[in-house]
């Protein structure tokens, strides 16, 4: 037994544990197993105590303290490697939960084009291809520009056809101020600020006095359009605004052209297209006629031309209006108009 115990012995048994210890690098119970084998009830440490019992006292003594510094420093690196397993399991827990691949993705709602918005920018779009350019005027117009220069006087009833918004302000020398009730009173803007030829679109909010129901707004959107120069004819008009339907609305779309009265137009008419809904077979969208209206159009009216200082009989010019509610809810059959401002999201994302 006395040759069982040296101080090289020791040392041996010192290092064989360490690199045990460190070659350790995921499993606890793997430095479980260690612990028991050299400091267990009949570990190789416990062994070497063992022997310690039969040596003389003096050796006792030397053995005694080496054993003990190294089981002490041992059992250290044990704990710390223990410690060191221990963060590294729960760092990769953390890492885990933060990555795992077999969870479904987050959804993200992004923004969309209001359908409202998208069928402006098509209608602006058709216009600017055919060399139109765009005009804006104020939403508060005086009264002159928005009735009386287009020829709707004052005892007119167009005047209470579109019920109007006045403002409470003081009257200016061109009349009340009112909200304006269609884009039309841009064309006097234009005409007044500019020569022809003129080839102009006028988009804009315009406001009625309505009750609101699934086809009335009391403010909506309208797009004007206003061609003056010389020589300009009715085919024009029809050329143009067919152009712009069958852009709108598909190649094969039918159409017509109806008379119909505006003060600010001579002749007047009305443009329908064959309705989407039923294809012109007669449904009640279309109160069986088997088309709906799209916009309003005419030539300009000379008197029009004559308030702006222009010589009637050498311009002419076509305009139309159209409601740009109307045609986002006939492009996309939209049975109310209401739909386009409640912002709700499931509406929007229809689009
Ligand atoms: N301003 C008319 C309306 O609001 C539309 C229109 C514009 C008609 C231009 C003819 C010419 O109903």
Do not use: W
Not at 189 to 196: A, D, F, I, T
Not at 252 to 275: A, G, V
Not at 311 to 322: D, N, P, V
Request: glycine share 8%; net charge neutral; hydrophobic share 35%.
């Amino acid at each position: 037994m006395k040759d069982k115990i040296s101080k090289s012995g020791i040392e041996q048994l010192r290092k064989e544990c360490l690199s045990e210890i460190e070659s350790v690098t995921t499993s606890q119970e793997e430095l479980e197993k260690i612990r028991i084998k050299y400091f267990g009830r009949k570990g190789k440490f416990k062994q070497m105590f063992e022997v310690l019992k039969e040596i003389p006292l003096n050796e006792k003594k030397i053995y005694g303290e080496l054993l003990n510094s190294v089981v002490a420093e041992l059992k250290l690196k044990l704990e710390g490697k223990l410690k060191e397993l221990s963060v590294k399991k729960v760092k990769e827990k953390n890492e885990l939960s933060i990555l795992e691949l077999t969870l479904p993705g987050m959804k993200f709602s992004i923004g969309r084009v209001h359908p409202l918005q998208k069928v402006y920018d098509e209608i602006i779009d058709v216009f600017l291809r055919l060399g139109f350019d765009i005009k804006y005027g104020p939403e508060i117009e005086f009264e002159d520009y928005n009735f009386t220069m287009l020829n709707i006087p004052y005892d007119h009833p167009a005047r209470d056809m579109q019920d109007t918004l006045y403002l409470d302000l003081p009257v200016t020398k061109n009349g009340k101020l009112l909200l304006r009730t269609h884009t039309s009173p841009v064309q006097i803007r234009v005409l007044l600020s500019e020569k022809p030829p003129i080839k102009s679109i006028m988009p804009g909010r315009v406001y009625r006095h309505e009750n609101l129901d699934a086809t009335h707004l009391f403010n909506f959107h309208q797009v004007e359009g206003l061609v003056v120069d010389k020589g300009i004819r009715l085919s024009d008009l029809k050329g143009v605004l067919t152009y712009f339907v069958k852009s709108i609305f598909g190649q094969d779309i039918k159409c017509r052209f109806r008379q119909s009265y505006f003060p600010f137009t001579e002749p007047s008419l009305e443009m329908d297209i064959c309705c989407l809904v039923c294809k012109g077979e007669g449904c009640g969208v279309c109160k069986n006629s088997g088309y709906v209206e799209v916009l309003g159009c005419g030539m300009v009216h000379p008197q029009v031309l004559y308030n702006v200082g222009l010589g009637y009989e050498e311009y002419t010019g076509f305009a139309f209006g159209l409601g740009v509610e109307r045609i986002a809810m006939l492009k996309y059959r939209i049975d109310d108009i209401r739909l386009f401002y409640e912002n709700d999201i499931r509406f929007i994302n229809m689009f």
